[in-house]
Nanobody, 122 residues
């Protein structure tokens, strides 16, 4: 059984900063990609940033230069440092573990956290 637990969401004023964390626990041999997605009210879930097991990162255009994703492979944890937050960043942020293998013989499976709400408002 694998669980992803997010933390760090909350209410912040425009221009402020927040740091999200997501830890994966359970039977884990490896995780190919860890990342963050978000879903604003009335909109589809969208990619925010991803971090592959070999160190490659990818960002949505809307967050480049403001958000930084990092990953601690030993802890199966991914972080999202969010700076210069804007009201349009308001959303539920979901952690994703892509291609997670429980053992070296397992097929990769995707897992999602339950989400953490980020509200940017004055």
């Amino acid at each position: 059984q694998v669980q992803l637990v997010e933390s760090g969401g909350g209410l912040v004023q425009p221009g402020g900063s927040l740091r999200l964390s997501c830890s994966a626990s359970g039977s884990i041999f490896s995780i190919n990609v860890m990342g963050w997605y978000r879903q604003a009210p009335g909109k589809q879930r969208e990619l925010v940033a991803t971090f592959t097991s070999n160190g490659l990162t990818n960002y949505a255009t809307s967050v480049k230069g403001r958000f930084t994703i990092s990953r601690d492979n030993a802890k199966n944890t991914v972080y999202l440092e969010m700076n210069s937050l804007k009201p349009e960043d308001t959303a539920v942020y979901y952690c994703n573990a892509g291609g997670l293998r429980a053992t070296r013989f397992s097929l990769g499976t995707d897992y999602w956290g339950t989400g953490t709400l980020v509200t940017v408002s004055s």
